[in-house]
């Protein structure tokens, strides 16, 4: 049974830092993409961090710079520290994982989320 379970989430006041993390179960990281997304009350959920099997990372402009994804296949995790928070951050943030492959095999993973919330 495949599990990503977030951790970290809370209450944080604005201009402060969060470190979420993801452990998964049941797969090996080490080819999946792994990513952080979010999803705000009455809002859809957003991509907001990405890192490749290699390495490579990516952020949308909104937490570019401000945000910063880390995956350590060792401990079959991946992380997000988060500094200078705004109100706007908060949300349920989600765990993502995904592998395909040019044989059209697939497989795509959600954790159950974590709740960040930033106070002004």
Known sequence: QVQLVESGGGLVQSGGSLRLSC???????TIYSMAWYR???GKERALI??????????YPDSVKGRFTISRDNAKNRVSLQMNNLKPEDT???YCNAVYSNALGFNRHYWGQGTQVTVSS
């Open 91 to 93: 949300a349920v943030y």
């Open 39 to 41: 999803q705000a009350p």
């Open 23 to 29: 452990d998964a179960s049941g797969i090996s990281i």
């Open 49 to 58: 961090a990405t890192i490749t099997s290699s390495g490579i990372t990516n």
